[in-house]
């Protein structure tokens, strides 16, 4: 259905920030006009607690 969504990866939360500025700096980058926009932007993070990036645009769980 051409929908699209955007994922980085990190080892740790340290650098989710600066993730989560580079996701958003891509899409800005993406052709809306033809391929839509994002269903959603995300950071998948290993970490042993739930944090919240300071864009508000992500949340990240616990990896057991």
């Known amino acids: ?3 699209w ?6 080892l ?3 650098a989710a920030d ?5 996701l958003k700096d891509f899409a800005s980058k993406v052709d ?3 391929i839509g926009e994002p269903l ?5 993070a290993g970490t ?4 919240c990036a300071k864009t508000a645009l992500l949340s990240y769980q616990s990896v057991p």
């Not at 969504?5 to 990190?10: C, L, P, V």
């Not at 959603?40 to 998948?44: G, K, R, S, T």
């Open 1 to 3: 259905n051409g929908s």
């Open 5 to 10: 969504t955007g994922f980085e990866i990190k």
């Open 12 to 14: 740790g939360f340290r």
């Open 18 to 22: 600066q993730a989560a500025d580079s």
């Open 32 to 34: 809306t006009a033809k």
């Open 40 to 44: 959603a932007l995300a950071v998948i």
């Open 48 to 51: 042993d607690f739930p944090i």
